[in-house]
């Protein structure tokens, strides 16, 4: 039993090992901060060193990078483009605002947290966060998806009436498609391996 | 006797239906019985007569001249089909056909024209030939009828090409009798060698002529696509599957037969006139501008009509090439086109029966709704874009080899190109049709009847059956070579065995299974898969509901329409048809106004008309 | 007996050979395209990596049965013309099926793959399918020309005959040296084939969101990844054994590859985007007329 266990895990391991070196990044800027991604993407940084690429749809996408403020009308779509997305999927907030509203703290139209609403795998702070951190936030994301300790995404399985709490009392009730309740028993997400 | 009884069942039956028709209006599942039963004897004959090839029944004396019936070893192909794609319409149309509508002369025409193909393959002498040939045209005219309100006028489109055809024929017929002095083939054909130049090119000019406005041959060809397409579906398949290809019967029979090899060699040699080269030619323009033609049709009939005149291109120019791949080409392929446009259009007609429309801008997504009708067209599209592992490969197979070995790089060039563009539009076909997003109206569209689905499940075989095992019918193509006088192919049930390279169409599909495995194999090794809805999906963050069209199945071929647009659909060809018709209009309105009804012009015209007399009668003394 | 093996073991690792190759040579591209951009480049077997993640992937969706035979037609239509382009050492299949076939069996992963996107029923698949499929006859006249012109000229259609006629007098005996007309018009048309720029409007990411792929995401995309790293070896190969004289070796097939694709990556790397009708226009105004004065010079015995 034990042994077979490590084995499979031993497996495991390296294709883990090979799959965190690629990665497609989905950007969601409808705030600001899309300034910070051309530099990070060309020459001077160089973003596809780490295997990160940018991509077009959520259904090829593994990072849902989202830049600056949310609108409550924009989180709408952000909720339906990250259902889209297959899972393992990691949502990275980008800059204070996706943090705590940042500047937009008081504004009536724009969400203050977005882990309250989504599973955010981790924050880049800064107003606005430079490519060095950018990049320095990625490569910590690689790493832990190599220990395999980046299950953010498991979370909203889990934990989803929480999360569809939240986004109720922000827009009401929405038909995204996907039944994610009914999606985590038909991919056995959140279950316990035996 | 079973060669006899061919012509007998068919004009049976097309007295009984009529008769029945006439008296009794309704009585739609006695007249389906009927002509199932009817049609089944015709078949199970045409496959016993095998046994009769070679021999010859004497029909009535007309003009002197005993006609002549009998089976060679082309006709006998074609009877099979014929008969087989006959049974196969009735049986669909067990399903099809409803109450009112085009019932009740449907069957009695059906077994009319019948009549007429198999009386034009089995005549042995051009005489029964040209009559078969009137009574053949006639019937299709009336089968036309029998569709939507526009068919009326498009077939008499049709009449009047084939009129012209006729005169031509009985022309041809009339010359070659004061030429060689009988009507027989054999006869014709054993005096054809004594011919000069002048009278050879005239007997091929008058004979090939009416076969290629019958076969719709560029530019000759613009009676059948708007024929077809407005006629009954089930009828538009029958007729474009196999009447159309009689016209090829009579190519082939009048080059090889009547004319043979020796005068093809003479007519070919020279130098202002290559008959080769002329027929070639014609079939090069006909497999690509029809075909392209076909791209810019908005209607799935109208469509699968374009192409049916672009295929005929291909069998055309395999006879003319008069090589043993060419001629094994041109004659295997008569077959896989007509299993394969019976297989599309019976599912195009299939979704019609459900939708009531066949409008590719307003169809979609019916893969969810009639699966069987998609896997279907599918088949059917494989085989008619040439894809292995489906017949229609094989046959475009030889011919491209023909083409290539033989010399003619630009005819290959051209074939291909016609094959490319039946790529793209039955992607066209198939995907506004069955692909896509599906229309709420649509919501309850269910599968068709046992009926309707048994031939198209018989034809997914044959077009499957026949690209693995292609020996099955190329040995029998090999036969009619040999009587043809072509050299016969050298044929394995797996395929060809040609000189330089050969073709195993056995390895070729075994090896397409083997890949598809491990194909599924790969394709296991992912995680799991769930089927989602198609609202489910990517809009750039638009919720999409009922209320949004997303769906791209308009101007399909977008960039080609801005390129060649104007050109296809509004070839020099139509021009020239329209303006023949403005000058016949223009004729006939001056003649009308002779007629001015007042009686000083009549008396005019009278007092003239003695004047002249006079002078021709002085003349003449 | 013995040939009996070899032959089982070359038909099961010609695919894994020409997938490796292919990886590598994916890698390569990426990071050709990146040098020119002054920039590191990820990996040389990046597209190991993607193909890894994409069928790691714990949920995919689809969107019918279609949608999956489609992409294991991809995949199969590849391999299965794969199997009948000769490459040293294996030609076993060559001798079913010539140059025609071959032609034929790699319009299945078109036609598959179009099926299947139109079943996503997104408008930008159908879209890209729509600028795929007009591109194919863009380029395919000039190439299926070309490749007339040489079998006309060597009297066969089989692949691994005309290899061998090349191969009869080293590199002067090669296609693109006898029928440079020729060569350069494929060398077109490959572009056209590999959906490289200028001729990779079907994608267009900005424009119709990578247009076929819209709605393809982990297994699916990883298929579609698999089939397209093969192709890269079947597509450059075909080039090489038509006109390049083929290879006596491994190192040489290798080789020639390697340049070929160079060449081919460093149009690519400093070009922009052709319209659909732009391309189309380009092939036919450039490639095609090319194609066709090599022709008619073999025709009349000239070269």
Redo the contacts between chains.
């Keep these: 039993m034990e042994k077979t266990i490590t084995q499979r895990s031993a497996w495991d391991k390296v294709l883990t090992k090979l799959q965190k070196r690629s990665l497609w990044m989905l950007h969601y800027c409808t705030g600001c901060g899309a300034v910070e991604l051309p530099p990070t993407m060309t020459a001077r940084f160089d973003m596809e060193r780490f295997g990160i690429m940018p991509m077009v749809t959520p259904r090829q996408a593994d990072i849902l990078l989202i830049t600056g403020y949310l609108s409550v009308k924009t989180l709408k779509r952000v909720v339906l483009i990250y259902e889209q997305m297959q899972s393992p999927k990691y949502v990275v907030g980008f800059g204070s605002c996706t943090i705590n509203g940042g500047m937009y703290w008081n504004s009536y139209a724009t969400i203050k947290s977005l882990d309250q609403y989504i599973p955010v795998e981790f924050y880049l702070a800064g107003c606005m966060p430079r490519p060095e951190a950018i990049i320095e936030g990625f490569t910590e994301l690689i790493d832990r998806i190599g220990e395999g300790k980046a299950n953010s995404w498991e979370d909203y399985y889990k934990n989803y009436e929480f999360y569809r709490k939240n986004q109720e009392h922000v827009f009401g009730t929405i038909d995204t498609r996907t039944d994610i309740p009914d999606d985590a028993k038909y991919f056995k997400i959140g279950e316990v391996e035996k | 006797m079973n060669t006899f009884l061919l012509l007998i069942f068919p004009l049976a039956g097309f007295l009984i239906a009529a008769l029945f028709s006439a008296f009794s209006k309704k009585g739609l599942v006695v007249g389906k019985t009927f002509a199932f039963l009817g049609f089944s004897a015709i078949v199970l004959v045409a496959i016993m007569a095998k046994s009769e090839i070679g021999s010859i029944i004497y029909g009535p004396m007309m003009f002197g001249w005993q006609l002549q019936f009998g089976l060679t070893a082309i006709s006998w192909y074609f009877a099979l089909m014929i008969s087989g794609i006959s049974w196969l319409t009735v049986v669909f149309s067990l399903g099809a056909l409803r109450e009112g509508g085009t019932y009740p002369m449907y069957y009695a025409w059906l077994f009319a024209k019948n009549l007429g193909m198999l009386g034009v393959i089995l005549s042995q002498d051009i005489l029964a030939f040209f009559i078969m040939w009137e009574f053949m045209s006639w019937t299709t005219y009336f089968l036309l009828q029998q569709g939507t309100k526009k068919a009326r006028s498009t077939a008499m489109g049709y009449l009047i090409y084939a009129i012209i055809a006729s005169m031509i024929l009985f022309a041809g017929i009339i010359f070659l009798h004061q030429a060689s002095g009988s009507f027989g083939f054999s006869e014709i054909a054993s005096t054809v060698a004594g011919f000069d130049m002048r009278t050879l090119i005239l007997a091929a000019v008058l004979l090939l002529a009416p076969m290629l406005i019958e076969s719709a041959a560029y530019p000759l060809h613009r009676w059948m696509a708007p024929a077809y397409s407005s006629a009954e579906t089930g009828i538009t398949a029958f007729l474009s599957a196999i009447s159309t290809r009689i016209g090829l019967y009579g190519v082939a029979i009048f080059l090889f037969t009547v004319l043979g090899f020796t005068a093809m060699k003479k007519l070919s040699a020279g130098h202002y006139f290559n008959l080769q080269v002329v027929i070639m030619t014609i079939g090069a323009f006909t497999m690509v501008v029809p075909t392209f033609t076909a791209l810019f049709q908005h209607d799935a009939k109208k469509l699968m009509a374009w192409h049916s005149v672009g295929q005929g291109g291909y069998m055309l120019v395999g006879l003319a090439t008069a090589t043993s791949l060419g001629v094994a080409g041109g004659l295997f392929h008569i077959f896989t086109y007509l299993t394969y446009v019976t297989l599309i259009l019976f599912c195009i007609a299939a979704v019609e029966y459900r939708t009531g429309t066949t409008n590719l801008n307003s169809l979609g997504g019916l893969i969810k709704k009639q699966p069987i009708a998609y896997v279907g067209l599918l088949f059917g599209i494989i085989g008619l874009a040439g894809i292995p592992p489906m017949n229609g490969f094989v046959s475009k197979w030889l011919i491209y080899r023909s083409l290539i070995l033989g010399g003619h790089p630009f005819l290959a060039l051209a074939a291909f190109i016609g094959t490319l563009g039946t790529i793209l539009s039955v992607y066209k076909l198939i995907h506004n049709i069955f692909l896509g997003q599906l229309p709420e109206r649509y919501n309850d569209v269910k599968e068709v009847g046992f009926f309707m689905q048994l031939p198209i499940w018989i034809l997914m075989l044959v077009v499957l059956g026949t690209g693995v095992f292609p020996g099955l019918i190329l040995g029998w193509v090999a036969k009619i070579q040999v009587s043809l006088g072509v050299e016969p192919l050298a044929v394995t049930l797996s395929g060809v065995q040609a000189s330089a390279g050969q073709l195993n169409m056995n390895v070729v599909s075994s090896v397409f299974g083997a890949t598809m495995l491990v194909a599924f194999i790969i394709f296991l090794i992912g995680g799991r898969r769930r089927i989602v809805g198609q609202y489910n999906n990517y809009a750039a963050g638009h919720f999409l509901d009922k209320t949004v069209k997303y769906n791209f199945n308009y101007n399909f071929y977008s960039a080609y329409e801005h390129i060649f647009g104007k050109r296809f659909l509004n070839p020099p060809v139509k021009r020239g048809e329209e303006g023949l018709v403005a000058l016949v209009e223009r004729a006939s309105d001056f003649a009308r106004r002779i007629y001015t009804g007042g009686l000083n012009t009549y008396l005019a015209y009278s007092l003239g008309a003695v004047i002249l007399m006079v002078v021709i009668l002085k003349g003449a003394i | 007996m013995n040939s009996v093996i070899g032959l089982v073991v070359w038909i099961v690792f010609y695919?894994l050979i020409a997938f490796t190759v292919g990886v590598f040579l994916g890698g390569y591209g990426?990071k050709f395209t990146?040098r020119v951009?002054?920039?590191?480049?990820?990996?040389w077997i990046?597209p190991?990596?993607?193909v890894?993640?994409?069928?790691?992937?714990?949920?995919?969706?689809?969107?019918?049965?279609?949608h999956?035979i489609s992409?294991?037609?991809?995949?199969?239509?590849t391999?299965?013309s794969l199997?009948f382009i000769p490459v040293p050492g294996f030609h076993y299949?060559s001798?079913?099926?010539?140059f025609?076939?071959i032609i034929?069996?790699l319009?299945?992963p078109?036609?598959g793959m179009?099926?299947g996107v139109?079943?996503?029923?997104?408008?930008?698949g159908?879209?890209g399918?729509?600028?795929a499929?007009?591109m194919?006859?863009g380029y395919?006249?000039p190439f299926?020309?070309t490749f007339?012109?040489m079998?006309?000229l060597n009297?066969?259609?089989?692949m691994y005959?005309l290899v061998q006629i090349q191969q009869s007098g080293g590199i002067a005996t090669w296609g693109i040296v006898t029928h440079p007309l020729l060569g350069i018009a494929a060398l077109f048309a490959l572009q056209g084939m590999m959906n490289e720029k200028p001729f990779e409007v079907i994608i267009a990411?900005?424009e119709i969101?990578?247009g076929p792929?819209?709605?393809?995401?982990?297994?699916?995309?990883?298929?579609m990844f698999?089939q397209h790293l093969i192709n890269l070896f079947v597509e450059l190969t075909i080039y090489a054994n038509l006109f390049l004289g083929g290879a006596k070796n491994w190192f040489e097939l290798l080789f020639k590859l390697f340049v070929l694709f160079t060449l081919i990556l460093s149009v690519n790397s400093v070009f922009g985007r052709f319209?659909?009708?732009d391309a189309?226009?380009f092939m036919w105004k450039i490639p095609l007329p090319l194609a066709?004065i090599g022709?008619v010079g073999?025709?009349l015995g000239i070269g």
């Excluded at chain 3, 009297?155 to 089989?158: A, M, V």
């Excluded at chain 3, 792929?213 to 298929?223: D, L, N, R, S, V």
């Design positions: 695919p990426r990146a951009q002054r920039r590191v480049g990820p990996s990046q190991f990596f993607d890894i993640k994409l069928m790691r992937k714990r949920t995919n969706i689809s969107h019918g049965y279609m999956d992409l294991m037609m991809l995949v199969s239509g391999m299965l199997y299949f001798q079913f099926g010539d025609v076939v034929y069996l319009l299945i078109s036609l179009a099926l139109g079943e996503t029923a997104n408008p930008n159908s879209i399918i729509s600028r499929l007009q194919l006859f395919e006249v299926v020309l007339i012109g079998a006309m009297g066969t259609t089989s005959e990411p900005h969101a990578t792929m819209t709605e393809m995401g982990g297994k699916y995309m990883g298929m698999i319209r659909t009708d189309m226009r066709a022709v073999i025709m």
